[in-house]
């Protein structure tokens, strides 16, 4: 399997920008599904985006079009770039990979390695 840290959370003011990086070890990324997703205090955690490596990128509705999602395999690393952000994107981040298919990438269950995540909050 492969290892996954999280780092780059913070506290930001709403309409602020903040970028969430994921470093691999044991594996490349380039042989997983690799994802980021969130879950706020009391519900459930949601997905954010995924992609294979090189390949389409997927949002969540929520997050397009501020959120930008990237990798770095010379680094075995991905990125979550999260501009404008809102009080509501306010969560604990985590970094999933797996070998998984497109039309399973929402999917919480279908994700094998997980990072420890790392907070990220908006205020108002």
């Known amino acids: 399997q492969v290892q996954l840290v999280e780092s780059g959370g913070g506290l930001v003011q709403a309409g602020g920008s903040l970028r969430l990086s994921c470093a691999a070890s044991?594996?490349?990324?380039?042989?997983?599904?690799m994802a980021w997703f969130r879950q706020a205090p009391g519900k459930e955690r949601e997905f954010v985006a995924a992609?294979?490596?090189?390949?389409?990128?997927y949002y969540a509705d929520s997050v397009k079009g501020r959120f930008t999602f990237s990798s770095d395999s010379a680094k075995n690393t991905v990125y979550l770039q999260m501009s404008s952000l809102k009080p509501e994107d306010t969560a604990v981040y985590y970094c999933?990979?797996?070998?998984?298919?497109?039309?399973?990438?929402?999917?919480?269950?279908?994700?094998?390695?997980w990072g420890q995540g790392t907070q990220v909050t908006v205020s108002s």
């Open positions: 999933a990979a797996a070998q998984i298919s497109i039309s399973t990438i929402r999917n919480v269950g279908a994700y094998d390695s």
């Open positions: 044991g594996r490349t990324i380039s042989m997983y599904m």
């Open positions: 992609s294979w490596s090189g390949g389409t990128i």
